[in-house]
């Protein structure tokens, strides 16, 4: 739980900070080269992996932050991404017998 409160503090605090235009270069940058939201990604994935937390909390700054994707966007894509990776989930303890 602190590791998730220092990781909430931190982009916190980054998400409050004002946009600059070298930060929104940096980000049409990285949106044309897919390995640094790859990595992001797989950062928020280990992250909530070992802390069992789910991601949504996390990927919504991602979306900000990473690719410089607007926040009406970054939380409609959240939500798609969450919906999806929730299927899966469900099939695999509908299949187990864990759903009543």
Do not use: C, E
């Not at 949106?31 to 640094?36: D, I, K, L």
Request: charged content about 5%.
């Amino acid at each position: 739980m602190v590791g998730s409160g220092l990781v909430l503090a931190a982009v916190g605090l980054r998400v409050l900070r004002p946009i600059s235009p070298k930060s929104l270069q940096a980000a049409a940058h990285r949106r044309s080269h897919g390995a640094a939201i790859v990595g992001a990604a797989a950062g928020v994935g280990l992250f909530t992996g070992l802390l069992a937390n789910g991601g949504g909390f996390l990927l919504v700054p991602l979306y900000l932050i990473v690719p410089g994707i607007p926040m009406r966007s970054s939380s409609g894509t959240s939500l798609a991404v969450i919906a999806a990776l929730s299927l899966p989930t469900l099939i695999a303890h509908w299949a187990l017998g864990n759903i009543d």
